[in-house]
């Protein structure tokens, strides 16, 4: 038998410390740490035989529209109808409420108000738009007869003369008027663009025409039926040349003018 002196036990062992048994009821410094048979186990916890305890819930949601539509169950769309409802229902107590003895002569309020031409919305926020001010001018509205004064005709008014027509547009915005040239130079474009319409228009039905001639002509050489360009129609091409046929066009006009007020002169005297 070995000896009563284990010297191969460790002191920490073999000697239990003095505060172990000492220290029981409300001033154990260790009850947290002992645990007794009678103790409850912990709630949820795995036990012994009948694997994890799951307290969730299962949800069977229906495959539904409003079921795919939200990701979270036991979501319902119904709700917001509920806060909606609650919503309506403070805006209705804080409209103020007409009692009886206002509502006595209705009739007579909304027939003053409809000569008057008010509505009822207007007296929710206590204000009212007076129906004269209507018929008020703005401040900054000019009348059109301080307008049509004329500095440099000793202050004489001119009954439907805007001095302004031409110079301002309708947003009171400055508009630069177009010099002579620029005038010139707006009307021969025009001609260049009614010209090259015009030359389009017959190369078109040339090439029509040449490609109904060759469908009945087997052995006819392959055509490229693009209008061709004529930089001669062109302002930006050719300045000059489009200067020059506007020209001879306005001198044409001209002529032919002339030629019609003096036939019609020599007829009619």
Known sequence: MPPADNSYIPKFISNVPWYYNELH????????????????????????????????????????????????????AKEWDEIFAKWDSLKKSKRPKHTEESDSDDTDYELELQELGIER???????????????IRERKYTPAYILAINANEGGKIRIGKDSTRGIVNDESDFVKQPSKEEKDFNRMQQFA??????????????????????????????????????????VEASPTLMMMKKK??????????????????????
């Open 25 to 76: 009821g409300s001033d154990d410094a260790f009850k947290h740490q002992r645990k007794e048979p009678t103790s409850a186990p912990a709630e949820g916890g795995p036990t012994a035989g009948q694997g994890f305890d799951d307290n969730g819930k299962t949800v069977n949601a229906a495959n539904d529209f409003a079921a795919k539509r939200d990701r979270w169950h036991g979501y319902n």
């Open 121 to 135: 919305k207007d007296f929710q926020r206590g204000f009212v738009e007076d129906p004269i001010e209507k018929s």
């Open 193 to 234: 663009w009614e010209q090259n319409k015009q030359y389009e228009q017959e190369k078109s039905r040339e090439l029509y025409q040449r490609q109904l001639a060759n469908m009945s002509n087997p052995n006819a050489e392959a055509v490229d039926y693009t209008v061709p360009v004529d930089l001669g129609f062109s």
């Open 248 to 269: 001879e066009e306005d001198k044409k006009k001209k002529d032919a003018s002339d030629k019609r007020k003096k036939s019609l002169l020599d007829r009619y005297g």
